[in-house]
T-cell receptor, first 110, second 115 residues
Framework: QQQVKQSPQSLIVQKGGISIINCAYE??????FPWYQQFPGKGPALLIA?????SEKKEGRFTISFNKSAKQFSLHIMDSQPGDSATYFC?????????FGAGTTVTVRA | DSGVTQTPKHLITATGQRVTLRCSPR?????VYWYQQSLDQGLQFLIQ???????AKGNILERFSAQQFPDLHSELNLSSLELGDSALYFC??????????????FGPGTRLTVL
């Protein structure tokens, strides 16, 4: 069963808009939360990651918000661009094991 | 290009057969990870090797096995193949002491089709 629940399954956003992807987990032993970006025909690539003692991390147009008490975290893509069209996976690490969410396919319309 | 290479790109085989997938990590990376990506199960961690030794095990079936060789390349062996084993298999590598917090670099994957 999926240890990290991710939503929505897909989303469409206009160029310049904000994409928001949400993830939730139950296992409090998770201690690192990376996000991966995957383009068709390619392997996933690390986008941004956060530790649970930090509530927000921003890298360029990508921001992770983390709510430890609610066991939820989210990815915000600001000023979405057509090149951001990809599948995004949230993940969590415990004991050397990465558990992935089901993925969100983001389509940015020009 | 992540620097991780995987061969072959595609593999088509029949049920009951055995196949071997190969992975060469980035130069200098000591850890190799294997993942399976399928439509129904999503991305699942299978197994990790660090400098030749098994470090962590995920949802890897007993019909599957892996090893990491002295030159650090790794092979994933899948035997008694079933239709449900059809998936994309990714290898990833990371640098350093094998800490799970080191960035993992993924290869392009091997697409396995079992007929």
């Amino acid at each position: 069963q999926q240890q990290v629940k991710q939503s929505p399954q897909s989303l469409i956003v206009q160029k310049g808009g904000i994409s928001i992807i949400n993830c939730a987990y139950e296992n409090t032993a998770f201690d690192y939360f990376p996000w991966y970006q995957q383009f068709p025909g390619k392997g996933p690539a690390l986008l941004i990651a956060i530790r649970p003692d930090v509530s927000e991390k921003k890298e360029g147009r990508f921001t992770i918000s983390f709510n430890k008490s609610a066991k939820q975290f989210s990815l915000h893509i600001m000023d979405s661009q057509p090149g951001d069209s990809a599948t995004y996976f949230c993940a969590a690490i415990n004991d050397y094991k990465l558990s992935f969410g089901a993925g969100t396919t983001v389509t940015v319309r020009a | 290009d992540s620097g991780v290479t995987q061969t072959p790109k595609h593999l088509i085989t029949a049920t009951g057969q055995r196949v071997t997938l190969r992975c060469s990590p980035r130069s200098g990376d000591l850890s190799v990870y294997w993942y399976q990506q399928s439509l129904d199960q999503g991305l699942q961690f299978l197994i990790q090797y660090y400098n030749g030794e098994e470090r962590a095990k995920g949802n890897i079936l007993e019909r599957f096995s892996a090893q990491q060789f002295p030159d650090l390349h790794s092979e994933l062996n899948l035997s008694s193949l079933e239709l449900g084993d059809s998936a994309l298999y990714f290898c990833a590598s990371s640098v350093g002491s094998g800490s799970p917090y080191n960035e993992q670099f993924f290869g392009p994957g091997t697409r396995l089709t079992v007929l």
